[in-house]
């Protein structure tokens, strides 16, 4: 009696073992599956088009100027990475770097891109790893990505030469996009980089997949989210824990703006409170004297909304940070 109910027990919790492994690999799948429109360049410029009306004159009088360009490397892991850049006889070696989102592309930060060239910069808008026309078969959540940014802040410099000025760098992302420029600000970076802004950020890829676990499907972390972290390793070569801006965070030096909306229902608004607490102060562009971060919570606004609904104010604050770094 008492050895059939030890093999009941160990095949019932076999069976739930399966089950929840079976689960947490479909999580994974789930998550970091590529958007399905990728690549469908057309549909995403209308999609961006229908929210941002007066960006169709400006992008059709950038590309037949030829200023807006495309271009791919090849990065040291292998596989190309597609980007679009623009040059600005005004820039005297200014350079923004726009990250998008999850799921998004580079026509996502097009709007960006025009507000950083209205203010004379250089802009230069990476496709990330699976998604736009970047090589990729998985969702990296701006983890892996850190060390492709870090590679076209290092490019940006030979991608613009020839203009007046050293080259300075300011590195903006937006949701996804702005953990990674989050998780390269922990990184050893070019002496080029000067500011980063961060858009609505989240603090550790566990702690959005956990908020979302519990949102969309009631479920709590365990056993779930701890076997597709466990997956995640085995598949792609990290955890959803290591995944963290907020670690990240802890080492930085570059001056840091934190925008977030209030009303932000995908990624907590209370998340910018953390990061921000991680490592408030930073040092100046010179490395001479300290800086405390900017942090703007914007009111009502929703998840990567705040340019949408406050695109003045919003060019006027970014402005005023990164001219503190980047004259």
């Known amino acids: 009696m008492k050895k059939k109910i030890i093999i009941t027990a160990v095949s019932v919790l076999a069976v739930l073992t399966l089950l929840t492994f079976g689960a947490g690999w479909y999580m994974v799948d789930y998550a970091l599956k590529p958007a399905a ?14 929210e941002y009306p007066y960006m169709r004159h400006w992008v059709d009088s950038m590309k037949s100027a030829g200023v807006l360009r495309d271009t791919f490397v090849t990065m040291a892991g292998g596989g190309r990475r597609h980007a679009v850049y623009a040059r600005n006889g005004r820039s005297a070696g200014r ?8 799921k998004d592309s580079h026509i996502g930060m097009l709007p960006l891109a025009k507000m950083y060239a209205d203010m004379g910069y250089n802009v230069l808008l990476p496709d990330l790893y699976a ?3 970047s090589d990729g078969t998985e969702i990296q ?3 892996k990505d850190r060390e492709d940014v870090v590679r076209w802040a290092e490019l940006a410099d030979s991608m613009f030469a020839g203009h007046a000025g050293r080259p300075r760098i300011v590195l903006h992302g937006v949701s996804m996009g702005a953990a990674t420029v989050m998780n390269v600000a922990g990184e050893k970076l070019p002496r080029s980089v000067r500011c980063i802004v961060e858009d609505c950020g989240y603090s550790s890829v566990w702690d959005e997949f956990s908020y979302q676990l519990a949102d969309q499907f009631g479920l709590p972390d365990f056993p779930l989210l701890y076997a597709a972290s466990v997956l995640c390793k085995l598949r792609y070569g990290w955890t959803f824990g290591e995944a963290s801006p907020v670690r990240q965070l802890v080492k930085k030096e570059t001056p840091m703006m934190y925008i977030h909306g209030s009303s932000d ?3 907590p608004s209370g998340m910018v409170f953390r990061l921000y607490n991680a490592n408030p102060v930073s040092l100046s562009a010179d490395g001479r004297y300290r800086h405390f971060n900017d942090i ?10 705040s340019f949408h609904d406050y695109p003045a104010e919003y060019a006027e604050r970014v402005g005023e940070f990164t001219g503190r770094f980047i004259r």
């Open 37 to 50: 429109d990728a690549r469908d360049m057309t549909r995403r410029y209308g999609r961006m088009f229908a």
């Open 95 to 102: 350079t923004a770097i726009l990250v998008h989102g999850y």
């Open 131 to 133: 998604h736009g026309l």
């Open 141 to 143: 959540m701006g983890w």
């Open 265 to 267: 229902g995908y990624v």
């Open 296 to 305: 703007w919570i914007t009111p009502g606004c929703g998840h990567a909304e």
